[in-house]
């Protein structure tokens, strides 16, 4: 069931879009890009839960008195679970990069929390924190890159790309040591449809 007539922006060109009818899959005019939108409805509720949570905790300290402590505590982590099942729901289609991103880093988060109060199994915390370590060294390894290719001609450029070429060996490194953890994870979990957190295949530079 998707929310009918809710505006919504294409996550890919930030088109307006405006959705009708009971569609599950919409196209979008502007870009072509395929959006599945109870995937999209569900990303925009979790993101949404999870910023109310970490508002809330945010804002209260472990100095207020116990009562006032465990009443907001509950209200951020009840936020926080609404949150992890939304974007659970979301992950089961397809989005765009940076809502994986994000997407990811919210998951990490949460998780870590849930693992600490017995919520969630120490096997899928550290895969969602194993996933936004690949997220981020990819993000270092495509900064590089990006340097390397605008970079002049010159000694100092010379030096700098020598460095740099250091640098992504060290991180495509990283990046195989951290494929593999996650597969190991993904098996110890055993999911029975495994969630779509992994970045489009690009071509190799």
Request: charged share 30%; proline share 4%; hydrophobic share 35%.
């Amino acid at each position: 069931m998707t929310e009918a007539g809710t505006p919504l922006k294409c996550p890919y060109c930030e088109t307006a879009l405006l959705v009708s009818g009971e569609k599950r899959l919409f196209t979008c005019e502007s870009c072509g890009e395929h959006l599945n939108l109870d995937s999209q409805f569900a990303y925009l509720r979790g993101k949404q839960a999870f910023l109310e949570g970490r508002n809330i905790f945010a804002d209260f300290s472990p100095k207020r008195k116990p009562q006032r402590y465990d009443e907001a505590e509950r209200q951020g982590l009840d936020l926080f679970i609404e949150s992890y099942s939304a974007l659970q729901l979301a992950f089961q289609a397809e989005l765009s990069e940076t809502q994986r991103q994000e997407g990811i880093e919210m998951m990490a988060g949460m998780a870590n929390i849930f693992m600490q109060k017995g919520m969630v199994s120490p096997f899928e915390a550290n895969y969602w924190t194993m996933l936004m370590v690949e997220v981020t060294a990819q993000g270092d390894l495509d900064q590089i890159k990006e340097k390397h290719a605008q970079a002049r001609r010159g000694i100092r450029s010379v030096l700098l790309k020598a460095r740099w070429n250091t640098r992504k060996k060290q991180l495509k490194k990283k990046l195989v040591e951290v494929e593999q953890k996650i597969q190991t994870l993904e098996r110890n979990i055993a999911f029975v449809e495994k969630p779509h957190v992994r970045a489009r295949k690009q071509p190799p530079k």
